[in-house]
């Protein structure tokens, strides 16, 4: 009974240790490398559609993970924290989908009569001419965009 006490904790115990530390047991494990196209290094594919470089997203808009933007005009790309929307065939804008109030990044709608964002958190609005301030805390912040053969670069700055 001792033994198996013994291997029991020595097995446990450094994980509860990591996750006390705020470190998951993923997290401890792992070598990063897969992790890098979601936090913006190397320029490498994800399988989910876009690819990161530095601060620039290519997105393959024909890719399954963006057809809400084909079929709602516009969506939030959460993975890339940021709101695309669809002006028409060729024209895109993107923003970041942090809300200028309060940070808040997924509780956004978009009122396409009034050509506004939507916070839900505290039901401001934001125009997206990239230049008029909301109804709190300013603007929706606009990154560069250009459409190009099927993909949407994006240079967030």
Known sequence: MKNKRREFL??????VAMAFMGVTLLE???????????NGGGGNSNNQGYTVNGNTVVITLSH???ATLNSNGWM??????????????STY??????CPHQGVRTKWSYNS???????GEHNN???TDCTTNGDAGGKLNC?????SAGKLTVIKS
């Open 125 to 127: 609005s934001y125009p």
């Open 93 to 98: 804008r993107a923003f970041t989908n942090s």
């Open 28 to 38: 401890s494990c792992s070598s990063g490398g897969d992790d890098e196209a979601d």
């Open 76 to 89: 939030n790309f959460t993975a890339q924290k940021m709101l695309i929307l669809k002006i028409d065939a």
């Open 143 to 147: 990154y560069t965009s250009s459409y």
């Open 10 to 15: 020595m097995n446990v115990c450094p994980s």
């Open 64 to 66: 399954s993970t963006f």
């Open 113 to 119: 009569s009034q050509d506004k964002f939507k916070c």
